[in-house]
């Protein structure tokens, strides 16, 4: 049993700042790509950071503006959310790949509940 749980979101000014949390807790053995997408009302679900091992990526419409960041020890993954736009106003997700502790492993997407993010003056 693993869950993805966020936090941080809420209502910030165009040009605010914002600092998304997801925790990841369960029987989890390592981590691997972690993720942040977001879902306007009426539009798809789009990803907008992602970070593994190697150097984050991140979707041209939060280039710049965005950083995700991760800290291994503490499962967690970060998304600083710099100069907001009304644009970015959605729900966030967390969103993980995760090898289970669970003898055999089994690697697994998950996903968390969701934080709302609304940019607004």
């Known amino acids: 049993q693993v869950q993805l749980g966020e936090s941080g979101g809420g209502l910030v000014q165009p040009g605010g700042s914002l600092r998304l949390s997801c925790t990841a807790s369960?029987?989890?053995?390592?981590?691997?790509?972690m993720n942040w997408y977001r879902q306007a009302p009426g539009k798809e679900r789009e990803l907008v950071a992602s970070i593994t091992s190697g150097s984050p990526k991140y979707s041209d419409s939060v280039q710049g503006r965005f950083s995700i960041s991760r800290d291994n020890a503490k499962q967690m993954v970060y998304l600083q959310m710099n100069s907001l736009k009304p644009e970015d106003t959605a729900v966030y997700y967390c969103?993980?790949?995760?090898?289970?502790?669970?003898?055999?492993?089994?690697?697994?997407?998950?996903w968390g509940q969701g934080t709302q993010v609304t940019v607004s003056s």
């Open positions: 969103n993980a790949d995760i090898v289970t502790s669970t003898i055999p492993h089994q690697t697994r997407h998950y």
């Open positions: 369960g029987s989890i053995f390592s981590i691997r790509a």
